[in-house]
């Protein structure tokens, strides 16, 4: 897949010194899913203003479809749509005429074909007519995503779109999100919720202090970061390891009462055989066993955590 | 040029318009039919004629003025502020448009409703006193232009407002006392040496005077310096916005 946003060494400081992007580069495929997870002040909303012409950089560059967003801004800005974190719409405008005007705003002519399908894929279009005020929280964020895609944008920003949003319309949200990408749409969506870029995203990018820690494949990032534990109920609580079972991977929880086993499902061998056998003869009674993988969220607080890959 | 943003931005401002067309049209016919009550009626019976023109009259172009630049500072100034203080704004900042495509979808939309303010008023105005205009397309000139220049001062106000407050502090403190102050009530022949002198630094004078020109023939400056004037504060408010634009000045981060 060729990449249709290309960010180079992108830098923004402010008039206080604050760093809040220190050069980051990023390559995004066309047609992908990326999510960029970061904790708060991380730089995320950002580096997607910067990309979107929001907020001036004070370095490198970005390339959108091949158009450099400063000096061919009109091209590039074209393929480009945003959804705000903030539910930021016209109070007293209605739901079409709002979409209308963004529309217009990227210099498509009229097509109340268009607008209507995109209402009725974000199921807006019995609201039409309504005001912006009197819609719910959840509508006023559909008609912020349907006046991003009024103009047809082929690269959609969504920055933290269900941040404040109950777990239904989260779904809604991510049904809606794999229906663009079916249409060709590249995403780019900053999240909170780990589980959500675990759902959907394609790649995985980490972003903390103004710097890009790791962008990769989702499934290879879990893959290759993710650890699977083995915890082994004892039928009574022990103080120690007996120095039969001693080894790097294996610990004793806190209470005593079960052992935590760390292991590589990719490793030739995982030695969970072995462990057993070793349990039973050091003279231990299990009660129960049972496995765990880390999540994304694990993966990510390490990586944070550590600030560098 | 993305003309299709212009005209998007400018029917969204006029929709905002016309959404409150009873309050756009009544109050200014109000306010005038008060002004021509009280300084037509009541005083102006007992003042002698201004330059051979009775006192209702010769305040038509200056009421006329009034209104036009202050519905023209608020109304650009409003249309501006509201996406900033809202957050819409970062729509204009990330579509394909440049700063000339913008000015003149606000400014344009705020000049039309001004220009319509000020129509009204000249209707009104034909209700109460007997008025010919000498120089129509003169009076048109200077009423467009002036709806045009104010605008985008008020543009600039926008820009610059960081809470209501200030939205309204420039037109409050500045624009009506210097209106007041250049010649809508009176004539600047009629005020002592000294101040007439002083009366030339105010620039609304030169508009009054171009205006009250093209109705009645007569100035308090020559027609080609009120003309300059209006040019000169237009170019300057043109270059100011292109800078705002260019620096992102309390606009873009």
Redesign the interface.
């Known amino acids: 897949m060729p990449d249709i946003v290309e960010i180079h060494d992108l830098r923004k400081a402010?008039s206080d010194g604050f760093e809040a992007l220190k050069g980051v580069t990023l390559n995004i495929k066309k047609g992908e899913i990326l999510a960029l997870l970061g904790p708060n002040g991380a730089g995320k909303t950002t580096l997607i203003?910067t990309v979107?012409?929001?907020?001036?950089a004070t370095g490198g560059s970005v390339k959108v479809g091949g158009h450099d967003t400063v000096l061919d801004?009109?091209?590039?800005?074209?393929m480009?749509g945003?959804v705000?974190q903030?539910i930021?719409?016209?109070?007293?405008?209605t739901v079409m005429?709002t979409v209308?005007?963004?529309?217009?705003?990227?210099?498509?002519?009229k097509n109340a074909a268009a607008l209507e399908k995109i209402l009725k894929q974000l199921s807006l279009w019995d609201k039409k007519d309504t005001q912006i005020r009197a819609l719910s929280g959840g509508m006023k964020r559909r008609v912020l995503i349907a006046?991003a895609l009024a103009h047809d944008p082929r690269v959609l920003f969504l920055d933290e779109p269900t941040a404040g949003v109950d777990v239904e319309l989260r779904r809604d949200m991510w049904e809606i999100v794999a229906e663009l990408k079916a249409d060709g749409v590249t995403i780019i969506l900053t999240t909170h919720y780990i589980e959500e870029a675990e759902a959907i995203a394609d790649r995985i990018g980490v972003i903390a202090h103004g710097e890009l820690l790791l962008v990769e494949d989702k499934d290879k990032l879990m893959a290759r970061m993710g650890k699977k534990q083995l915890t082994v109920q004892l039928s009574k609580p022990i103080d120690a390891l007996p120095a039969s079972l001693t080894s790097d991977t294996l610990a004793l929880s806190p209470d005593g009462e079960s052992l935590i086993y760390t292991y590589d499902t990719r490793a030739e061998r995982t030695g969970i055989t072995k462990l057993l056998s070793d349990v039973a003869a050091a003279g231990l009674v299990l009660t129960d066993i049972e496995t765990s993988q880390s999540s994304l969220e694990d993966i990510f607080v390490d990586l944070v955590k550590e600030g560098a890959v | 040029m993305n003309w299709i943003a212009v005209s998007s931005i400018y029917k969204f401002e006029m929709t905002r318009f016309f959404r409150t067309i009873t309050q756009s049209f009544v109050s200014p016919v109000l306010s005038t039919s008060l002004y021509f009550v009280v300084f037509g009626a009541a005083i102006g019976s007992r003042i002698q004629e201004v330059e051979g023109i009775s006192y209702g009259a010769f305040i038509v172009p200056g009421l006329i003025m009034l209104s036009v630049i202050t519905q023209s500072i608020s109304n650009a100034s409003f249309g501006i502020y509201f996406p900033k203080f809202i957050g819409t704004v970062f729509e204009l900042l990330s579509a394909p448009v440049n700063f000339i495509e913008i000015v003149l979808g606000y400014v344009g939309a705020a000049a039309t409703k001004a220009l319509f303010i000020g129509v009204i008023i000249l209707a009104t105005a034909f209700f109460f006193v007997d008025i010919t205009i000498q120089h129509p397309v003169w009076m048109v000139v200077f009423l467009v232009l002036t709806c045009v220049s104010f605008s985008l001062f008020g543009f600039i106000i926008g820009i610059w407002a960081g809470n209501f407050e200030q939205l309204q502090l420039v037109p409050l403190l500045i624009i009506t006392p210097l209106v007041f102050l250049g010649g809508s009530f009176y004539s600047i022949s009629m005020l002592p040496p000294v101040w007439q002198v002083i009366s030339h630094f105010n620039p609304v004078v030169y508009l009054i005077s171009g205006f009250r020109w093209s109705f009645f023939g007569a100035a308090d400056v020559p027609i080609l310096t009120s003309l300059f004037a209006i040019a000169g504060f237009t170019a300057l408010c043109l270059a100011v916005i292109w800078w705002i634009f260019r620096t992102g000045w309390r606009i873009r981060q």
């Open positions: 402010y203003s979107c012409g929001i907020t001036t801004y009109r091209a590039a800005r074209s480009i945003l705000p903030e930021n719409l016209e109070p007293f405008e005429s209308r005007f963004s529309r217009g705003l990227f210099g498509k002519p006046k």
